[in-house]
């Protein structure tokens, strides 16, 4: 890395001032050695050289995708391990672990010529910021989203010391006026974290706080915090609560560090989570490659939702060249088994965990326009970005510049998944566990109907 980039970056993480650590997530676990369970070898016979179906073949074999070592990263270690980049020609895959969200920016940012990544997984609408120089210190480095990874696998994780106060999925009445009441008792207000701003964690603790009643710029304290310190908090009694993802949920209970408030699953059951973004600068140049990659990854979704691979999906993802974590702690939440604690009757449910290829509402790997629509709309709820996202026109520039779903579709078809295509860019009316319905055709009714913004 050059002095430059090594100054650039350096000004990056010290401008945002937050880290993600999605590695020390899961390495802060709980102090349980790394699994010597090592991944699989690309050996299988998926691997075995093959012809590239439809499209032409790829301008280049080589890209280097960026990944958070969570249950949303799966589809591109399975795309790689079980050799279906190979299948379609991408020999020279790197799938390469992120220190947090902020190095993946940054290295996004700075592009594999510098040392840095072409794309991967990203939280949302990163993209659509990094896209618009937004969270780039002004520097537009233009991104397509070309499909959404996985739905599902996060939720809100709460202290222990808050058992029996009715913290659950609906807060509003007595759990709503503890939170708020609580720095009046306590010497300060209810504390909750999230590992990055303005991205789907940070949305799913607000949109359950606020529907709850609890405005979370005024009621509580709401900040990025690396996940090892908020668990040692949520131990310590100097934080409440945590906005996180598998296999956070299974550990908290487990581990006695508190219980879950709520799944996302049913704050907004078949949400749209994790996302594969690429620089527009290498799609651009490499048609045939970025096809032949979203079949590989379309493949790998529909390998990972088969039951009779999970068990071989938690092996290869827990392994230490991956998330190096024990893999038994990986069971549960692949079988949407999740443990609530606090009264709360588990979740026994394969539709209540992760799924990567398709859900009960349609496709989860398609990229969905109106899904980004939400994103930009709940971050001009809360008035993030207010400079930038000033109107809906705005937004739906910002989106039918990013969202490359036309990629997807040709793809998809050349692949031959055609039965999995959905009809329309829109998944249509969102309705939100309390009651509240996104309409994509209408935002803005949306946003009226709020009671707690700052829009
Ligand atoms: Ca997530």
Redesign the pocket.
Known sequence: MSDFSRVTRRKFLATTGVSAAGALLLKGCGGNPPSATAPTEATDATAAPGPVAEGGSPETPNIKLGYIP?V?SAPLIIAQEKGFFAKYGMTGVEVSKQANWASARDNVTIGSGGGGIDGGQW?MPMPHLISEGIITNGQKVPMYVLAQLVTQG?GIAVAGLHAGKGLGLDLSGTAAEYVKGFASTNGRKFKAAHTFPNV??DFWIRYWFAAGGVDPDNDIDLLAVPPAETVQGMRNGTMDAFST?DPWPYRIVTDDIGFMGALTHEIWAFHP??YLAVRADWVDANPNATKALLKAVMEAQQWCDDVANRDELVTIVSGRNYFNIPSEILVPPYKGEYTMGDGKQAFNDLNAGPLYWKDPKGSVSYPYKSHDTWFLTESMRWGFHKDQLTDFDTVKRIVDAVNREDIWREAATEAGFTADIPQDTSRGIETFFDGIKFDPANPEAYLSSLQIKRA
Do not use: L
């Open positions: 969570i949303e939280q996060n789907n964690q993802g989570e994790e």
